[in-house]
């Protein structure tokens, strides 16, 4: 059973850019959740989607970034306009539902520079 | 708010030594708690989990107990091994259930 991917592994992206992250959920999750881990700083939760809907968005920035979980397809994470301030690891994950007993499987991350 | 507080690092130890990782939570009411590790370079992955109190969860000679009387969910193992070496996380699920609420993490390094 193929766990949670990400893609792509590496982006560098110059000041500016707009910075596009995929995750495909482990089968039969349909929980996504993005998380943020600055250098020197422990992961912090951006946003956690289900499938066509934002459920809580209470950690993404205000500006510039947003995220999708369509019908069908990877959720996505877009970040406009990148800053270095932006350069981090990225991590998804997923869950099969939204009980707070379940665990969270997380891929192995994007990590994004910004030049 | 919830959050989660653990141990600064990092952790030198000898292989076969006792490790002990603190860790204790400020939350309302009686959430579940998550250890998870990452090795360099790579994404978290679950180490062990309890959802109520005196839970014992363990997995791979590691183990961590839910003591609500002191908030706490303190790691352990008896032996460590160089290949246990990586950054070691606390944490816990928040009250609605959307998001893992994590500690800063843990470094361990064990030297042969």
């Known amino acids: 059973n193929a766990g949670v991917m990400q893609n792509p592994r590496h982006l560098v992206r110059r000041r500016g850019q707009e910075a596009r992250l995929r995750c495909s959920p482990m089968?039969?999750?349909?929980?996504v959740y993005w998380y943020r881990q600055l250098p020197e700083e422990g992961l912090k939760f951006m946003v956690y989607?289900?499938?066509?809907?934002?459920?809580?968005e209470s950690g993404m920035p205000k500006e510039r970034f947003s995220a999708e979980f369509p019908k069908e397809g990877p959720s996505i994470l877009r970040i406009q306009q990148v800053v270095r301030g932006d350069s981090a690891a990225y991590f998804c994950?997923?869950?099969?539902?939204?009980?707070?007993?379940?665990?969270?499987?997380f891929g192995p991350g994007t990590r994004l520079t910004v030049t | 708010g919830d959050s989660v507080t653990q141990m600064e690092g990092p952790v030198t130890l000898s292989e076969e030594a006792f490790l002990t990782i603190n860790c204790t939570y400020t939350?309302?009411?009686?959430?579940?708690l998550f250890w998870y590790v990452q090795y360099p370079g790579e994404g978290l992955q679950l180490l062990l989990k309890?959802?109520?109190?005196?839970d014992k969860g363990s997995n791979k000679g590691f183990e961590a107990t839910y003591r609500k009387e002191t908030t706490s969910f303190h790691l352990e193992k008896g032996s460590v091994q160089v290949s246990d070496s990586a950054v070691y996380f606390c944490?816990?699920?928040?009250?609605?259930?959307?998001?893992?609420?994590f500690g800063k993490g843990t470094t361990l390094s064990v030297s042969s």
């Open positions: 944490a816990l699920i928040n009250q609605a259930g959307t998001a893992l609420i």
């Open positions: 939350a309302t009411g009686y959430p579940s």
């Open positions: 309890a959802t109520k109190a005196d």
């Open positions: 089968k039969g999750h349909s929980h």
């Open positions: 989607l289900q499938k066509e809907n934002i459920i809580d």
């Open positions: 994950a997923s869950s099969p539902n939204g009980d707070r007993s379940y665990e969270q499987y």
